[in-house]
């Protein structure tokens, strides 16, 4: 039991600096966020960090599951998708924020849209209680990529 739980705690760790790659790039993000003209729909500045806390333990909880019944030998094509989206997910705030390329966001976005269906499927074929645990954050990428694309559609200037 405390071999599970300690691997569990290091998928959250490994899972989780992306997410630290992501709030320093977005360390100023909120003041950014509240200068675009963004559409009625936006969620506040506020809501990010806790939406994203959430995705991220379950996306980690997903990827557990995974090795934890196959290894890295016998899961090796989802695991390095899970990598792969996670890297695509960190630098969509670096481009976003840090660089404030909207065309290099929005393909950013699209590019983890698609990394998270592959990953949901292959995730689901393996453990279909993995796969469930992408679906909200398939929905809040979704959701992102309306946002991103509108967000730089309203602010050429700024992105």
């Not at 760790?13 to 936006?42: C, E, I, M």
């Not at 989206?85 to 660089?99: G, T």
């Not at 269906?117 to 279909?128: G, Q």
């Amino acid at each position: 039991m405390l071999r599970s739980l300690t691997s569990l705690l290091a998928w959250i760790a490994a899972t989780s600096l992306a997410a630290v790659s992501g709030a320093v790039a977005a360390r100023s993000a909120s003041v950014f966020y509240g200068q675009l003209d963004r559409p009625l729909w936006a969620p506040p500045a506020w809501a990010f960090g806790p939406a994203w806390t959430v995705l991220y333990v379950l996306m980690a909880v997903a990827a557990w599951r995974i090795w934890r019944a196959h290894g890295f030998g016998g899961a090796r094509t989802e695991l390095l998708l899970y990598g792969v989206q996670l890297v695509f997910n960190a630098a969509w705030s670096w481009l976003f924020f840090v660089r404030r390329t909207g065309v290099g966001a929005t393909i950013d976005v699209v590019c983890l849209l698609l990394l998270i269906i592959v990953t949901l499927v292959a995730f689901w074929r393996r453990d279909a209680v993995a796969g469930a645990l992408f679906l909200p954050y398939l929905a809040w990428v979704s959701f992102a990529s309306a946002l991103t694309i509108s967000v730089w559609r309203r602010n050429p200037t700024l992105l």
